[in-house]
């Protein structure tokens, strides 16, 4: 698997906390309160950084920490719905629909937040939620992060999109994965052939989509 990073900014990082990062120079080290503005954590990551639930309840109160949802806080008052479900759902991948749209493959606006979770994942009640069942041995395929609205974000990369838009065709609505081919057609130079093809070694029917995405896209 390729690990892919679309915000490179932590690449010189030397550390990380559950509210940010600690990097040094050669004066002094330096705690950043949070290189992503909208962060959310779980509990046992609060208790972790705090010490306590007294130290919890006093930041709470102090108004530096935020209860955000059950088992959840953040450093600001409303993180917004993408960083609180990343939390809420800390193993599913943003995939389909809403790759598409944080991608900037489509200007659709999905209707519900798509992820992507094992087959024995649990059910995610939530309406505003989307929930996919992938086999576990292709879903970390191509799983890469990006910051969207101030919040990291697990979403799947440009090539595993390129593989998912073709072979799932059939199940998609023809205007959009006609949208999001071309989209993909337009920004060929930033993916990676070979990567596709490594990424198409744990999926099926891997020479038809092959085929497919290299006369479509390539």
Not at 65 to 82: D, E, I, K, Q, T
Not at 193 to 208: C, K, V
Request: contains cysteine.
């Amino acid at each position: 698997m390729y690990p892919t990073v679309l915000d490179d900014s932590t690449s010189a990082l030397t550390g990380r906390g559950a509210w940010g990062i600690v990097t040094e120079n050669k004066h002094r080290t330096v705690f950043i309160v949070s290189e992503i503005q909208n962060t959310v954590v779980s509990y046992l990551d609060c208790l972790s950084e705090y010490g306590s639930d007294y130290a919890i309840r006093k930041a709470i109160g102090d108004g530096t920490l935020f209860h955000v949802g059950r088992g959840l806080y953040s450093n600001v008052p409303f993180p917004g719905f993408l960083a609180i479900s990343m939390a809420r759902h800390p193993a599913a991948i943003v995939c389909l629909d809403s790759a598409f749209f944080y991608h900037g493959l489509t200007d659709t606006v999905p209707d519900a937040l798509h992820l992507a979770t094992s087959r024995s994942a649990k059910r995610i009640a939530d309406p505003a939620v989307r929930q996919h069942f992938v086999p576990q041995e292709i879903l970390h395929v191509g799983e890469s992060s990006m910051e969207r609205n101030g919040a990291k974000v697990r979403i799947y990369d440009l090539e595993r999109i390129a593989i998912d838009v073709v072979r799932m065709r059939p199940r998609l609505p023809y205007e959009l994965c006609k949208e999001v081919i071309l989209a993909l057609r337009g920004r060929s130079r930033d993916m990676y052939p070979a990567r596709i093809a490594d990424y198409l070694e744990h999926f099926p029917r891997r020479d038809s989509i092959l085929d497919a995405i290299e006369k479509e896209i390539f």
